[in-house]
T-cell receptor, first 113, second 113 residues
Framework: RKEVEQDPGPFNVPEGATVAFNCTYS??????FFWYRQDCRKEPKLLMS???SGNEDGRFTAQLNRASQYISLLIRDSKLSDSATYLC??????????????FGQGTELSVKP | DVKVTQSSRYLVKRTGEKVFLECVQD?????MFWYRQDPGLGLRLIYF???????EKGDIPEGYSVSREKKERFSLILESASTNQTSMYLC????????????FGPGTRLTVL
């Protein structure tokens, strides 16, 4: 079983749609959680951290459910520029310095006009 | 802004050659990482370093070595390149606390013929 699992998609949605991505992780001792965004042929970049209380950044809302080991990302009012691959990322406590990030395979989103 | 640079965007080498991939960060970060990214497999950690001259194996260190002689520079070495090392190689750095995110370089697409 993969440590971080995501639906690879692709998700094809029209502009203005609301889309939700889900992610599960297997290590209950995981410390921190993130969503990264990766554009085609570019490097991953941090989109937002995910906190237990949930957090929102404009059209993006991230939720964490530690009991179910489940992370979600909701994008409202999708824009063409949201088209990218979204990576669910979990930090474990396995290493004593800086931790280790475990990346999901990513969910591809394509927003169409 | 954090800047992570990698020596080449594209590289073509022959089987058996020794290959050096260089990564430099300009933010005095403690931790540096080397990943490879392959379709269907996501990002996988090869090696990381949390201090000068320190290195730790990641999940797939076989066939690779690293060097960190200066804090800002982390080199990945393929001692004898093989075709299964054809991949996108991504370097990242982070300041060093458990909650810190990683900042990625633009990547090097290596093809081994």
């Amino acid at each position: 079983r993969k440590e971080v699992e995501q639906d690879p998609g692709p998700f094809n949605v029209p502009e203005g749609a609301t889309v939700a991505f889900n992610c599960t992780y297997s290590n209950s001792a995981s410390q921190s959680f993130f969503w990264y965004r990766q554009d085609c042929r570019k490097e991953p970049k941090l989109l937002m951290s995910v906190y237990s209380s949930g957090n929102e950044d404009g059209r993006f809302t991230a939720q964490l459910n530690r009991a179910s080991q489940y992370i979600s990302l909701l994008i409202r009012d999708s824009k063409l520029s949201d088209s990218a691959t979204y990576l669910c990322v979990v930090r474990t406590s396995r290493y004593n310095q800086g931790g280790k990030l475990i990346f999901g395979q990513g969910t591809e989103l394509s927003v169409k006009p | 802004d954090v800047k992570v640079t990698q020596s080449s965007r594209y590289l073509v080498k022959r089987t058996g050659e020794k290959v050096f991939l260089e990564c430099v960060q300009d933010m005095d970060h403690e931790n540096m990482f080397w990943y490879r990214q392959d379709p269907g497999l996501g990002l996988r950690l090869i090696y990381f370093s949390y201090d000068v001259k320190m290195k730790e194996k990641g999940d797939i260190p076989e066939g690779y070595s690293v060097s960190r002689e200066k804090k800002e520079r982390f080199s990945l070495i393929l001692e004898s390149a093989s075709t299964n090392q054809t991949s996108m190689y991504l370097c990242a750095s982070s300041p060093g606390t458990m909650r810190d995110t990683q900042y990625f370089g633009p990547g090097t697409r290596l093809t081994v013929l």
